[in-house]
């Protein structure tokens, strides 16, 4: 069993070092004709854009992606620098109508992205060609041994129930090398997937083949994510159901996270795509989903018929009443723990880490600020784009739209959510996004906390303050603070994900949707005692 | 301002001084030899199976003492002089005190084993047995096979953390079924399987005779009393229950027995001095219980009791309805009322065991008036609040298995039993019991 678990392990390294290390292939050029047919796309006015970028991509030079990127960058630069010298020009001489006509000729958006456009049709190779094979060696190999890391635990793991055994003894699940190189492994790959996306262009090239099949289209940055994403979910899912085969409830909601990313975050947008629909993530909801009120969206939405109409209003009914009704009933883990891909991700990748939140009084109060941030600046980022839209003018309340969006999308959307949500799993635990910094946890928190009928029920004076609960609470709740007086626990950062319950020896915890009334139970004498001193010290 | 001393800062001893500072504004001094901070005793086993770090036992952050004034002191108390109401530490200062509370818990059973003091053989009570148990079993290379003698609670405990590392171990059991002088006979068996089926050595009718040594002064083998078998063994694991930690306190003037003798308000002979928890013993015992509580729980409310003494409402200590709980291995093991091992005269007695043997309970009622005397649950957690209601109401037997549902604490999903064990019921005992659907209403009635 042992030797088929490190079987598995060095085929999944092999794996992984060979999607890694096709990055690092591949000969980027442009013909002559191809080059045409892209500036003819790009309706480039710029004369120098045109000479320089077609110094830089038509080549029988063999370049990789850095240095076509590097070369790509340096075009874009090269243009834009020389109308700025011109706009700095007329401006000394207050030439103004000369000043203003240099504008039309420079480039906007991102290097990196004008990088990627090309490379995509630039890129020529081994990889490019056999994407499907490739498919094979990388995603393949890494899923096969993965799986045969994981499986033998069923045996290996002794019989059901709870076996933390060695989490505090192995580097990999208690902040040691392993965990560090896990860190560095998918921070470089968020700001590389986020900031540099023609670095990873050769990783669209493997999943072209199925994208293809999916929608019509090649894959982009996103298709690669978006299936790397529920491959690692389905894989570690598996590991979940190993793990927590006595345990129903975990059994059932991941499969339940697992269903809704796989199809609603993955399959139905990419079908729509293929319909020449808008893809729309139906469970995605606003403020999560920051950009469904943003101009491009809105115009998408609104030229698209039909359908979008009907998904502008259902993620509005979703946001307004589905999400705050069904966090009545249930609380907020409908949502956090059962369908929401960043939840989702945190409950499979993330669980071997869910120790690591931090539950200190400290860190709470860190917590509530800056989760109530976000969703203020979520919202006043809306107000302002919104405002906008309709009245067509750049700014409102003196903030400006285009900025305050690039402000949220660069900070909270790609820092926070992905390099720092997901890349500190390994130190931090794997909810550092949805306890900090989730604009829609803060909304679901707020709801969980004040109208709700959930609450993890304190079984009477049974707790032994053993601590296992804080210990695996991935939200950081000091979850034995509350049952070691036999008090509820109800707060709004618990997303509900049942692991308190499950480790608990001591049988104290319970999930459970009931009454409002006497859902928050302060007491100072415990059940079990004298009746009287109950009643005297309780009811004071 | 008065100057409250509590000896011993595990539950009993924290909880007190939580409490009389919760009442009052006296000053609260908590002395203790064994670790700097208050820590969950019971979870020391989840610091050696890895599953925690032994910080994470500590249920209060270090800044919560300061906060709460609740001044710590480390020290060992090696006299206590009433008269002048003073403490001698070993280390060789001095403490005065108004009011003395003695809650200084238990100390692992010696029998005066040949070797018992052995490098290599220890208890599993204080966090130094943790030490130490690191040190001479960190793995199955060091450690190729430990012994534990003595099956109750701890030793079991010991057993799994042992197993965890993978270290072979042999389980010497006196009674003839793991602790059956507590358990009915098919509760006890069950846990036998449970323990075999992890791959312990079970030694059941069997007893200690001698710890051997090497000659570096440590464990060797062990030798079986009945046999003379000798076990070769790196570690030995001594849980032939616990006993209160009093040693310091024999040749003071307050009064002892097995432990620090108390009256029903907590106090001992000596005006001002009280003693709590494991090692408190009631001259007494109170309602069915023994006259030592070492458990938790009771250490807890003897804590929340002796508060309101110290902070001027003299209340007796007057403990509801018993409950306990442990786990066997991956068996959750609650129980409400009384089950004694053999049933009394009077009552009669209900079990239910799930096919797949890991599941049970046990109902203990009056086979005359039916009423309800008390119930084991293994592998199925049930509602504390709902056998202690029905206690105090004194409902029958008929009662609780009709509303078994509403007794349920298993996690959302899991498949529930109340059928199955209504209708086992009313097979044996011609009865005609209808199990009620779960309400929410009587639940947080």
């Known amino acids: ?540 | 301002m008065e100057h409250i001393v509590i000896i011993g800062n595990g539950i009993s001893g924290v909880t007190a001084a939580r409490h009389i500072r919760k009442l009052s504004d006296k000053k609260i001094t908590i002395v203790s030899a064994e670790t700097d901070y208050f820590f969950s005793r019971t979870a020391l086993m989840y610091v050696y199976m890895g599953h925690m770090k032994f910080e994470h036992t500590q249920p209060y952050e270090d800044w919560f003492w300061k906060k709460n004034r609740i001044e710590l002191k480390k020290g060992f108390v090696k006299q206590i002089e009433t008269k002048s109401k003073t403490l001698h530490f070993a280390e060789g200062d001095t403490l005065q005190y108004d009011k003395l509370i003695i809650a200084t818990g238990s100390k692992p059973n010696k029998f005066g084993w040949h070797g018992q003091d052995l490098d290599g053989v220890m208890g599993m009570y204080h966090k130094q047995d943790l030490e130490k148990l690191e040190k001479y079993a960190p793995n199955n290379k060091v450690c190729k096979r430990a012994v534990i003698v003595g099956g109750g609670l701890i030793g079991i405990e010991l057993a799994e953390m042992l197993h965890s590392r993978h270290i072979p171990v042999t389980f010497l059991v006196r009674e003839s079924s793991f602790w059956n002088g507590v358990l009915p006979e098919e509760e006890s068996t069950m846990i036998n399987r449970e323990i075999l089926a992890n791959g312990i050595d079970l030694r059941l009718s069997t007893n200690l005779k001698e710890i051997v040594s090497d000659e570096n002064g440590q464990v060797k083998s062990v030798i079986i009393q009945e046999t003379g078998e000798e076990i070769l063994c790196n570690v030995v694991g001594l849980t032939a229950g616990v006993s209160p930690n009093i040693d310091f306190i024999k040749d003071s003037s307050i009064e002892t027995g097995r432990g620090v003798k108390v009256n029903r308000y907590l106090e001992t002979n000596i005006p001002d001095v009280y003693a709590v928890g494991d090692c408190a013993e009631q001259h007494e015992g109170i309602d069915q219980r023994r006259t030592i509580e070492a458990v938790w729980y009771t250490g807890r409310m003897m804590g929340e009791t002796v508060a309101q003494t110290i902070c001027g409402n003299r209340i007796q200590y007057k403990p509801g309805h018993w409950f306990n709980s442990a786990k066997f291995f991956d068996i959750e093991y609650q129980t409400y009322g009384w089950v004694w091992a053999q049933p009394r005269e009077n009552e009669a007695r209900f079990y239910w065991e799930h096919k797949d043997g890991n599941k049970c309970i046990h109902i203990n009622y009056d086979k005359n008036t039916r009423g309800f005397i008390g119930i084991n649950t293994f592998g199925i957690r049930m509602r504390h609040e709902f056998f202690d209601k029905v206690l105090t109401k004194k409902e029958s037997v008929d009662y609780v298995l009709e509303y078994l549902a509403d007794a349920n604490f298993d996690p959302e999903f899991y498949k529930l039993h109340e059928k199955d064990i209504v209708k086992k019921f009313n097979t044996e005992n011609n009865t005609n019991i209808q199990l009620k659907k779960k309400s929410w209403k009587r639940i947080f009635a």
């Open chain 1, 1 to 540: 069993m042992k030797i088929i678990k490190q079987l598995g392990l060095v085929l999944f390294l092999i794996g992984l070092g060979i999607f890694t290390g096709t990055l690092f292939t591949g000969s980027f050029s442009l013909s002559e004709a191809e080059f045409d047919e892209f500036i003819t796309s790009k309706n480039y006015k710029s004369e120098i854009i045109k000479e320089e970028l077609k110094k830089a991509t038509v080549t029988e030079e063999d370049l990789n992606i850095f240095e076509f990127s590097s070369r790509v960058r340096n075009a874009y630069e090269t243009s834009n620098n020389h109308y700025d010298t011109l706009i700095a020009k007329y401006d000394a001489e207050k030439n103004w109508d000369k000043k203003g006509e240099q504008y039309q000729y420079k480039i906007y958006g991102k290097p990196h992205t004008l990088s990627y456009e090309i490379a995509k049709k630039a890129g020529s190779g081994f990889v490019k060609k056999h994407g499907g094979l490739l498919w094979w060696f990388t995603f393949g190999l890494a899923i096969i041994g993965a799986l045969l890391f994981i499986l033998p635990n069923i045996i290996l793991l002794g019989r059901p129930g709870i076996k933390h055994n060695g989490i505090y003894h192995e580097a990999s699940t208690n902040r040691g090398w392993i965990a560090w190189l896990v860190l560095v492994y998918l921070v470089v790959f968020y700001l590389l997937l986020y900031f540099m996306a023609d670095y990873v262009v050769n990783w669209t090239y493997i999943l072209d083949p199925i994208s293809k099949f999916l929608n019509g289209g090649p894959a982009s940055q996103w298709f690669v994510y978006g299936f790397l994403y529920c491959v690692i979910m389905l894989v570690m899912a598996a590991r979940m159901y190993i793990k927590y085969r006595h345990n129903k409830y975990q059994i059932i909601r991941t499969t339940s996270v697992l269903f809704f990313q796989i199809v609603f975050a993955f399959l139905i947008p990419e079908i729509m795509t293929s319909l020449n629909m808008p893809g729309y993530d139906f469970k995605n909801a606003f403020p999560l989903d920051y950009d469904f009120f943003f101009e491009w969206n809105l115009d998408s939405l609104r030229d698209s018929g039909a359908i979008g109409l009907f998904i502008l209003v259902w993620g509005i009914i979703l946001t307004l009443i589905i999400v705050p009704v069904m966090v009545y009933f249930f609380g907020k883990r409908w949502y956090c723990s059962w369908v929401c891909g960043c939840g989702g991700l945190a409950e499979t990748l993330g669980d071997p880490y869910r120790q690591h939140s931090d539950k200190s009084l400290n860190a709470w109060k860190l917590e509530r600020w800056l989760i109530h941030s976000v969703l203020m600046f979520s919202l006043v980022m809306t107000l302002v784009t919104l405002y906008c839209y309709f009245s067509g003018d750049e700014a409102f309340l003196g903030i400006k739209s285009q900025w305050i969006k690039d402000t949220y999308s660069f900070l909270i959307g790609a820092w926070f959510a992905g390099v720092i949500g997901t890349g500190f799993y390994p130190i931090f635990g794997n909810r550092v996004w949805c306890r900090f910094g989730c604009p829609l946890a803060a909304y679901l928190g707020l709801v969980q906390r004040f109208k709700s009928r959930f609450r993890i029920t304190t079984n009477g004076g049974q707790c032994i303050s053993c601590g296992n609960c804080s210990t695996y609470c991935e939200q950081g709740i000091d979850v034995r603070a509350y049952a070691q007086k036999g008090e509820n626990i109800v707060r709004s950062s618990c997303v509900g994900c049942g692991i308190c319950s499950a480790v608990c020896p001591r049988g104290v915890l319970k999930l459970e949707n009931g009454p409002e009334k006497g859902r928050i139970n302060p007491t100072d004498i415990l059940l079990g005692n004298d009746v009287d001193l109950m009643d005297l010290v309780n009811q004071k």
